[in-house]
């Protein structure tokens, strides 16, 4: 999944509005973002099946990033460094979920490479084996999630977060139909890349805008 991850922080964000989009945006890609670097690192491992639906890529070993025990060890560091640098529980409850979310969207469409526990025994239910209905959730996700989102928007913020969900439509259509990744590196160097401007994509939305749109 990689569109409707951020369902997650549009969701997260309707249940607290006082955590800054870009923050959630981050959360919920968290792992994704440490399994790019550690597979840059070459600690985690995966290559490339052009023969794999959806994907290509064949995600044989990250279980610091994308195993069961491993996602709770990270929503807890998350909920641990917030309270500690004075966040409210209530923010800091957000954000952890927000960042378990990841796992529990991946295990939707991911084939069986998730570890439940020690990297031998996997789950996913593998809907990214049929591309179209792996594509229309990513997009039900994300509309729904930015329709829950938008009651509780300022009304002069509400056609930037209408922007961010036809921008990740948009980028979910790119990986459907794009070309395959040449090479790994390649792959998580533009993965990082696509977070980082997801991210600043997130705070211009939500920047506070004066009369006649000037910010």
């Not at 790019?36 to 995600?59: H, N, Q, T, W």
């Not at 049929?130 to 300022?154: D, K, Q, Y």
């Not at 395959?180 to 993965?191: D, I």
Request: charged fraction near 15%.
């Amino acid at each position: 999944m990689f569109a409707g991850h951020y369902g997650a922080a549009f969701v997260a964000k309707r249940i607290e509005p006082r955590v800054p989009l870009w923050v959630l945006f981050v959360a919920v890609q968290l792992v994704d973002v440490a399994w790019a670097l550690l597979v840059l690192a070459g600690i985690e491992k995966a290559r490339i099946d052009p023969r794999l639906a959806s994907s290509s890529l064949d995600l044989y070993y990250m279980p610091y990033t994308h195993g069961l025990p491993a996602t709770v060890l990270w929503a807890l560091a998350v909920f641990g460094a917030v309270r500690l640098f004075g966040g409210a529980p209530r923010v800091a409850a957000v954000l952890a979920a927000a960042v378990a979310s990841h796992w529990l969207l991946d295990l939707v469409v991911h084939r069986p490479d998730l570890p439940l526990w020690d990297d031998t025994l996997k789950v996913g239910l593998g809907v990214w084996n049929f591309p179209r209905v792996a594509f229309a959730l990513e997009l039900l996700v994300v509309g729904g999630s930015v329709a829950l989102c938008l009651p509780v928007t300022e009304a002069r913020r509400r056609p930037g977060l209408v922007a961010l969900g036809l921008a990740l439509a948009a980028l979910q259509a790119a990986v459907l139909v794009g070309a395959r990744p040449r090479s790994l590196t390649a792959t998580a160097t533009s993965m990082l890349a696509v977070f980082l401007v997801l991210a600043w994509g997130a705070r211009l939305a939500e920047a506070p805008r004066g009369r006649g749109g000037t910010r």
